[in-house]
């Protein structure tokens, strides 16, 4: 998975993904994309954005849905096992 374009920087919209160092999140564009927006639409109100970043976007969401959290203290307890 290529998601070169998203990028993180506590200085950002608080560090959440965002397109390009820009100020606009993986979230806003999923979100977009979710409320039935097309890629056209989306690149309108945009114009700064391009197809691959929303393709991104998308694909981070993806990914990042699919990734399991594990509280530390199930990490903890299950990694000294015996």
Sequence with gaps: MNIDRITFDP???GGKPCIRGMRVTV??????????HSFEKI???YPYLEEEDIRQALAY??????????????????????
């Design 11 to 13: 200085h950002v919209m």
């Design 27 to 36: 979230g806003a564009v999923v979100g977009l994309l979710a409320s039935g």
């Design 43 to 45: 690149l309108t109100a």
């Design 61 to 82: 969401g993806a990914w990042r849905a699919e990734e399991v959290d594990l509280p530390f203290e199930v990490i903890h307890s299950t990694s000294y096992s015996h």
